[in-house]
């Protein structure tokens, strides 16, 4: 190779008094103290690692045995606070012999038993052949309770508490009876419901007798429109009979 070709370099085209471009100025906030002084007042010494400097412990200062334990109360005298038992008779020692009681012990008791009250026999009951006798009190066969002066009578509490309730129910009523006033409702009588329970039943026999008359074979589709038309009818007069029966009151709108 040529030793003038080295120097004809893609390096040596670029002019060497080239100079990079001044970088411009890094920006920095007008709050910079502001946010380091404030960062300062807020810090808290001794609030991560620990304090900033610790005294280091006398070697003296040593932790000695029973130094944390609480002390005891004063000793006090021991009291029992009752007498001792009677000493234990020595073996030489002898009981009193000879003493002797003149009671008649025979008449004493046959005395008792003359002057005293004769023990009434506890009330049984058998119910088996065997004899398996059974006390009669806690049975239930003796008419204990039915004796007693309140007996067959209705609590007081129970009364208290119907009363209670009717008087709600009255209090119920007539809110009621009020919001159907402001609304124009009208209560039906017991007649009306009954003239109207019985208008809806012929109806339904009538639909029933007419759904009966339909033929056999159901072949051509004005006569399937007709056999759906009586059951939804059928169907819908059913619903408000077993409504009107289930509702003793009803309330209708005044036109």
């Keep these: 190779m040529d030793p003038s070709c080295t120097s004809e370099s893609i390096y040596n085209l670029i002019p060497s008094d080239l100079k990079e471009p001044p970088q411009p100025p890094r920006y920095t906030s007008v709050f ?33 045995k029973h130094s944390k334990d609480k002390p005891l109360p ?37 005395a008792d038993v003359i002057v005293g009250v004769a023990k ?10 065997t004899g398996d006798r059974h006390d009669l009190e ?29 008087k709600a129910q009255e209090e119920y009523d007539n809110y009621i009876q009020e919001n159907l006033k402001k609304a124009a ?22 639909v029933h007798k007419e759904f009966q008359s339909l033929s056999v074979f159901i072949d051509s589709i004005p006569k399937k429109i007709r056999k759906q038309k009586l059951e939804e009818e059928m169907k819908q007069l059913e619903h ?8 003793k009151i009803i309330y209708i709108a005044n036109k």
């Excluded at 806690?138 to 509490?157: A, C, F, R, V």
């Design 240 to 247: 408000d009979i077993s409504v009107i029966e289930k509702h």
């Design 138 to 166: 806690t049975s239930g066969l003796l008419p204990k309770y039915i004796n007693k002066k309140d007996y067959g009578i209705t609590p007081e509490y129970i009364c208290k508490r119907n009363e209670d309730m009717k």
């Design 185 to 206: 409702m009208k209560r039906l009588s017991d007649e009306e419901r009954e003239a109207v329970l019985q208008g809806l039943k012929k109806n339904w026999e009538e």
């Design 74 to 110: 004063p000793k006090k005298k021991f009291y029992m606070g009752t007498s001792k038992k009677p000493a234990v008779p020595l073996r030489t020692d002898h009981p009193i012999m000879g003493i002797q009681s003149g009671k008649n012990f025979i008449n004493t008791n046959a």
């Design 32 to 64: 910079t103290a502001t946010v380091k002084d404030d960062m300062k007042k807020s810090k808290t010494a001794m609030k991560t690692m620990g304090p900033a400097k610790v005294d280091v412990p006398s070697p003296k200062d040593f932790l000695k």
């Design 120 to 129: 009434k026999p506890k009330p049984i009951y058998v119910d088996k052949r």
